[in-house]
């Protein structure tokens, strides 16, 4: 018995290359791409709050921060009270010594106006009492006569009244010691005379 020959197999056509190359798998051919979004500007795409023991950290920072600027407000404040009354010390310390001196200035003054001119004796007292007032001048402190002012009795002191018309009435009659300031402040009121309508 003769046996059925095979029938010969066709050959594969060989790629052309005219073929569109295949579709990414899970996508079609035929949709269109959807394009990517663009990024927003509006804050959106910032770092989350933070939460957790991050948040913690972060709300120690700030407690830290404004207790070193209370701090150092504290400080600022405490420098300038310390300068102030540094100050008010040395004006203080200043009058206090200025009032002890002008008792002698007032005792040289008078031992002057006894003197004899000529006097050699004199002649060193007055250069005493020039370096005296020279020294209380450079410290600020400046003495005033106020022969026919107005009575004032924040500047003057009464002593006595005299009786004189009654256009001379609150007026300075006589001075009996000059008055003296301390940068601007009465150091010690003139003692005066004060004149009163008849």
């Not at 007055?126 to 600020?140: P, T």
């Not at 009795?153 to 000059?178: M, S």
Request: hydrophobic letters at 30%; glycine letters at 8%; aromatic letters at 4%.
């Amino acid at each position: 018995m003769t046996k059925p020959k095979p029938r010969p197999v066709d050959p594969e056509p060989a790629d052309s290359g005219n073929e569109d190359p295949p579709a990414p798998s899970g996508a079609s051919s035929s949709e269109p791409r959807t394009p990517e979004p663009a990024p927003d500007s509006s804050g959106a795409g910032l770092a989350p709050p933070p939460v957790g023991e991050q948040a913690q950290v972060w709300r120690e920072r700030d407690e830290y921060l404004e207790l070193a600027q209370r701090t150092q407000a504290d400080f600022e404040n405490y420098r300038k009270r310390v300068a102030k009354e540094t100050q008010d010390a040395e004006a203080r310390g200043r009058a206090s010594l200025a009032r002890e001196l002008l008792t002698v200035a007032d005792n040289l003054e008078r031992a002057l106006d006894a003197s004899e001119p000529g006097n050699p004796l004199a002649n060193g007292v007055r250069l005493v009492y020039e370096d005296l007032a020279g020294a209380l001048e450079r410290a600020g402190v400046e003495g005033y006569e106020p022969s026919g002012e107005v009575f004032d009795p924040e500047h003057h002191e009464a002593v006595l009244t005299q009786p004189v018309p009654a256009n001379e009435d609150g007026r300075i009659i006589d001075v009996h010691e000059k008055g003296y300031r301390l940068d601007g402040q009465v150091l010690r009121p003139a003692r005066v005379t004060v004149g009163k309508a008849r």
